[in-house]
């Protein structure tokens, strides 16, 4: 692809995507002026173990289908189709040799910010992406910002929703529709997952 493509690379679990996630996405492309937007799910997240409720394909599934009518985003493989841990490094090291020139911005949500001194080789991410930060509610007071000379705050209107609260909401058996895409909330009717009642 051609140089300096300004390529966004928002990861995550996505156990379920949600409508915030969405919504941070189209802000990091909207302020950082990026070309597209890659949408990651991890294969098997390195902090994250023994705690993903869902398998892969359907997390994939989900996202797919989420960004299916958003120009300029997609939704990649890249993590799941590789062996082993999913690591934020090894992935842009990845895009940085599939797109040679490109511009890599990495979107993260406050509280992963927080986080990242403690992801591997996490020098080698910030000096390789540039970081674009979601507030979020819980974590927006918080004394220290790392890497904050390698950090664009995306202004967003913060929102509690995440996919812990989701997955306890859909077992319950309530509406989500606020929270999750149309699209999202089809596949997790035909799937049957998070046990949710339709
Ligand atoms: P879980 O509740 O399962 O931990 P989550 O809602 O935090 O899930 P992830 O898939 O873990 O979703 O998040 C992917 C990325 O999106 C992370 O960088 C996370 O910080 C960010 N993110 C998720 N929800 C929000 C939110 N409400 N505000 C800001 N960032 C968020």
């Given at each position: 692809?051609?140089?300096?493509?300004?390529?966004?690379?928002?990861?995550?679990?996505?156990?379920?995507?949600?409508?915030?996630?969405?919504?941070?996405?189209?802000?990091?492309?909207?302020?950082?002026?990026?070309?597209?937007?890659?949408?990651?799910?991890?294969?098997?997240?390195?902090?994250?173990?023994?705690?993903?409720?869902?398998?892969?394909?359907?997390?994939?599934?989900?996202?797919?289908?989420?960004?299916?009518?958003?120009?300029?985003?997609?939704?990649?493989?890249?993590?799941?189709?590789?062996?082993?841990?999913?690591?934020?490094?090894?992935?842009?090291?990845?895009?940085?040799?599939?797109?040679?020139?490109?511009?890599?911005?990495?979107?993260?949500?406050?509280?992963?910010?927080?986080?990242?001194?403690?992801?591997?080789?996490?020098?080698?991410?910030?000096?390789?992406?540039?970081?674009?930060?979601?507030?979020?509610?819980?974590t927006a007071g918080n004394a220290q910002v790392p890497y904050a000379d390698r950090c664009q705050l995306l202004r967003i209107t913060p929102s509690a929703v995440?996919?812990?609260?989701?997955?306890?909401?859909?077992?319950?058996?309530?509406?989500?529709?606020?929270?999750?895409?149309?699209?999202?909330?089809?596949?997790?009717?035909?799937?049957?997952?998070?046990?949710?009642?339709?």
């Amino acid at each position: 692809m051609s140089n300096g493509e300004r390529i966004g690379v928002f990861g995550g679990t996505f156990d379920p995507v949600h409508k915030t996630h969405l919504d941070i996405a189209r802000a990091a492309r909207e302020q950082a002026r990026l070309d597209r937007v890659l949408l990651v799910p991890a294969a098997t997240p390195p902090h994250k173990k023994g705690d993903v409720h869902t398998n892969a394909e359907d997390r994939f599934a989900m996202v797919a289908a989420a960004v299916a009518g958003e120009p300029n985003f997609e939704a990649s493989r890249i993590e799941i189709d590789r062996e082993g841990p999913s690591y934020t490094i090894d992935t842009l090291e990845a895009l940085s040799s599939i797109h040679p020139g490109c511009l890599l911005f990495l979107i993260v949500g406050f509280d992963s910010l927080i986080d990242l001194p403690r992801w591997r080789r996490a020098e080698d991410i910030v000096a390789r992406a540039r970081l674009l930060v979601a507030p979020r509610p819980d974590t927006a007071g918080n004394a220290q910002v790392p890497y904050a000379d390698r950090c664009q705050l995306l202004r967003i209107t913060p929102s509690a929703v995440s996919s812990t609260e989701i997955r306890k909401r859909l077992a319950a058996g309530e509406d989500l529709s606020p929270w999750l895409p149309a699209p999202v909330l089809r596949v997790i009717g035909e799937r049957g997952l998070y046990h949710a009642h339709y």
